[in-house]
């Protein structure tokens, strides 16, 4: 079916933003904007940050009460990742609150939040990229402005490429985290995954198929016609909305128990489709992979025995069209 479309995008509110970045575009465009990135989130580059990833994931955990109910969301998902990608950037500490709030109200499906958040943050990261064009330094933002050769940008997919990292490198992993502990506690694993904590790999890997962090992939514009079963014709012209949560629950790919949490699903079943495919797969699959696995190893070591504060189905999860998570995590702490 690919081969009969080209990428018209993602939502229209979005792609006044990110419309020129990576995602919306084929090779050689793609290439071209895509090589600083990947060349700064490589498997070894990514384990250089580890040390850090798993300070900043104590900090928090320390952070915590563990006598009253916790909100892993709030104390852990959402400021772990939007940390970890603005240290990348080189965002300023004082200014990494205002990113998260204009992220998550880009990620709403309410115009009113999300047309202001999107001129704040692009605002914002305009001005920065400018102060890094005069002031250079060792972060990556810095490294796109001052680029050269073949991996020069043009200022605008500069800041399309920053705003794409903002969102991508905290929204999507934010959702990771939040739902692999929820998917512990809504299974009663979380003690048996405490007590070897060697298999936590595989409960992420499950987990980012059983319950991915991108509910849909960006629209498809069709080219040529497509007969789908039941009589479903897709037209020319016509956008596409392909569900992740359907695709990695497909019992054609997983087997029959495709619908299952199974933490010790083969390695040899297929590979979920998450993190996208070909060169559009996501070029932070690395970075998010090691920050939720370090995330829930780092929660279950210090808490074997938590459990969920409220029944697991009462969580609220977000209601976005774009990224699948929970608003809120509650955790109680004390055994």
């Not at 939502?11 to 465009?29: C, F, K, R």
């Not at 897709?234 to 629950?249: D, E, I």
Request: proline letters at 9%; one cysteine or more; hydrophobic letters at 40%.
């Amino acid at each position: 079916m690919r081969d009969h479309m080209v990428e018209a995008g993602v939502e229209p509110n979005v792609t006044a933003v990110i419309g020129g970045s990576m995602i919306n575009t084929d090779p050689p465009d793609h290439t071209r904007l895509r090589r600083p990135v990947a060349a700064a989130l490589t498997p070894r580059r990514v384990q250089e940050l580890r040390h850090n990833v798993v300070g900043i994931t104590r900090g928090l955990l320390d952070a915590m009460d563990p006598d009253q109910p916790v909100d892993m969301v709030a104390g852990l998902a959402l400021p772990l990742p939007l940390m970890v990608i603005c240290e990348l950037l080189g965002v300023p500490a004082r200014d990494r609150g205002m990113l998260a709030g204009w992220s998550s109200a880009m990620m709403t499906e309410v115009p009113e939040q999300q047309q202001p958040a999107s001129e704040a943050m692009v605002g914002y990261l305009a001005e920065l990229i400018e102060n890094k064009r005069v002031r250079p330094d060792e972060a990556l933002l810095s490294t796109l402005v001052h680029a050269g050769g073949e991996d020069r940008l043009a200022p605008e997919e500069v800041l399309t490429t920053a705003v794409l990292m903002v969102l991508a490198g905290h929204e999507t992993t934010t959702a990771a985290i939040g739902n692999t502990l929820a998917a512990l506690l809504h299974t009663d694993q979380w003690s048996s995954v405490a007590a070897n904590p060697d298999s936590v790999p595989a409960v992420v890997r499950e987990s980012l198929r059983w319950d991915p962090p991108t509910r849909n992939i960006p629209h498809y514009l069709v080219r040529e016609p497509i007969d789908l079963d039941g009589g479903v014709t897709l037209r020319p012209g016509a956008l596409v909305m392909v569900n992740l949560g359907s695709a990695n629950r497909d019992p054609e790919a997983f087997g029959p128990d495709a619908h299952r949490f199974l933490p010790s699903r083969p390695r040899t079943a297929r590979s979920h489709l998450t993190f996208g495919m070909g060169w559009h797969r996501c070029v932070g699959s690395p970075l998010a992979t090691m920050e939720t696995e370090i995330a829930v190893r780092e929660v279950l070591a210090r808490w074997p025995r938590a459990r969920p504060a409220v029944a697991v189905d009462r969580m609220r999860r977000n209601p976005y069209l774009v990224t699948n998570g929970f608003s809120e995590v509650g955790v109680t702490l004390a055994e």
